[in-house]
Every structure is written in structure tokens, then in C-alpha cells.
């Protein structure tokens, strides 16, 4: 059985005093949650108040993005993932489609963060997801093959229970463009054949799939009803607690 995954992605909102509010908000309408982990991804700057005021609740905290590198260094404006991990976050968002996209990173960057995340004692939600223009053109299946396989080659089989896949269609981000819940098991059961393919039967079976894009409390249960769709990444309906809790505690459809 995998345990779903219900992540929140603030992406570049809130202050500090924001991202308490509405972790506080947030806490009692999920404290029942146990059948699902629960995520957020405040910005850097509020990550340790974040947590230290979640302490002893449900909620897990995320990065939303790390360094390359494992060890501190002169790396001006870089984050070591156990930087993170040195103020209670326990995952990191990785290879997410806008820092693709307007930050330029590759593949190999991606990797090289998921192996830094890994060894450092994190799980990665590595992101991957095709733009509209590549699945007009037939190619979403290979470049999201190409993302998984340059994302996580060189992984030794006991890194794998901490990576995590986010299938985010950049067409779906912030569009209130959905995929149908149809095109989005589609593609998991894609992801989960080729992680198969580069690892084993088991560990594919083991893997966690969580869809991004859109997702709203009136669409979480027609999509986790799907079969190897096993939890959300959310973005603008993550930023208020209460559709945030609607999406956490959703009912198959
Ligand atoms: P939206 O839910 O706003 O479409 O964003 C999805 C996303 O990018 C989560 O990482």
C-alpha cells in the first residue's frame, strides 16, 4: 500500500507572519488527517518559524528547491539540502517546471540535487511534466521519460523509498486547466512502467506518484480515485488553509 502524499507548494508567497498564519490555520483542520502525509513548502525565509511553530503536529515541512552541492562551501545564494534539513524540513521540491523554465535548469542539475538531497537525509519530490507544445506534438511521454531517466540515473536501490515523482503538465500549472483524471493516470502508469524499467518491479510499485496542476477540493477525489495517482502537489489552492484542507482531506470520487 503507498501512503499518500498531499504536498502544498506556496511557491514564492506569503511573509514569515503569512506563512504562520495559515500553517496555524491549517493545523486543526488536518490534525485528523492519518490517512495521507501532509506537506508544505513555505518559502526559505519562513521555513524555521514554520516549523518550530507545527511542531508536534501532522504537518511535514518541504524545500522548495536546493543546492547542487552537499557540503558548505562559496556558493553565493545557494541552500545545501542539510541546511534544510538543520531547520526540520524533511523533503525538497526539486526540478519543479518553473525553475526548469526560467531558471534554466537541466536534467543534470536535477540529478545532482536529488542525489544532494538523498545522501543528505531528505526526500526529493522530483517534478517532471511536459509543456503544452510538446504533447501536441506526440512527445509528452518521451520528454517526461527523458526528465525520470536523467532526473534519477546512478540511484542505488535504498535511495528509492525516499524520491518521490510530482507529474506536473506545465500546461495544467496555474491554468485551472486540469488533465482529466484519465490523461493524468495515463501518464502515472507511464512513469511507474519506465522507474520500473530503470529500477525494479517492486520499487515501482513502492514509488509515489502525485499529480500537479490545478488541483481544487471539487477535483482531488475523481483524481486520487485513479489507480497509480497517490497524492497532489498543489499550488494556488494550497495558499488557503481551508481549501488546502478540503484538498487534504479528500474522498475518492
Ligand atoms: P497550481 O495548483 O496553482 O496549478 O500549481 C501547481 C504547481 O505548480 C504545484 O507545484
Not at 56 to 78: D, F, L, P, R, W
Not at 165 to 175: D, F, R
Not at 188 to 200: L, M, N, P, W, Y
Amino acid at each position: 500500500m503507498r501512503k499518500p502524499v498531499i504536498a502544498g507548494n506556496w511557491k514564492m508567497y506569503k511573509t514569515v507572519g503569512e506563512s504562520v498564519q495559515t500553517a496555524l490555520a491549517l493545523k486543526p483542520l488536518v490534525a485528523n488527517a492519518n490517512h495521507c502525509e501532509v506537506i508544505i513548502a513555505p518559502v526559505f525565509t519562513a521555513l524555521k518559524t514554520v516549523v518550530d511553530r507545527l511542531d508536534g503536529s501532522n504537518i511535514k515541512v518541504a524545500g522548495q528547491n536546493c543546492s547542487t552541492e552537499v557540503e558548505e562551501g562559496a556558493h553565493t545564494g545557494e541552500i545545501a539540502p542539510f541546511m534544510l534539513r538543520d531547520v526540520g524540513a524533511a523533503y525538497v521540491i526539486i526540478g519543479h517546471s518553473e525553475r526548469r523554465q526560467h531558471y534554466s535548469e537541466t536534467d543534470t542539475m536535477v540529478r545532482r540535487k536529488v542525489q544532494a538531497a538523498i545522501s543528505s537525509g531528505l526526500t526529493a519530490i522530483m517534478c517532471v511534466g511536459e509543456s503544452l507544445g510538446q504533447r501536441d506534438q506526440g512527445t509528452a511521454e518521451a520528454v517526461v521519460k527523458g526528465q525520470l531517466t536523467g532526473g534519477l540515473s546512478g540511484l542505488t536501490a535504498s535511495d528509492l523509498d525516499r524520491i518521490i515523482v510530482a507529474y506536473e503538465p506545465v500546461w495544467a500549472i496555474g491554468t485551472g486547466r486540469t488533465a482529466t483524471p484519465e490523461q493524468a493516470q495515463e501518464m502515472h502508469a507511464f512513469i511507474r512502467r519506465v522507474f520500473a524499467e530503470g529500477h525494479s518491479r517492486d520499487a515501482a510499485q513502492a514509488l509515489r506518484i502525485l499529480y500537479g496542476g490545478s488541483v481544487k477540493p471539487d477535483n482531488v477525489g475523481a483524481l486520487m480515485a485513479q489507480e497509480d495517482i497517490d497524492g497532489a502537489l498543489v499550488g494556488g489552492a494550497s495558499l488557503k488553509a481551508d481549501s488546502f484542507a478540503q484538498i487534504v482531506n479528500y474522498r475518492e470520487s
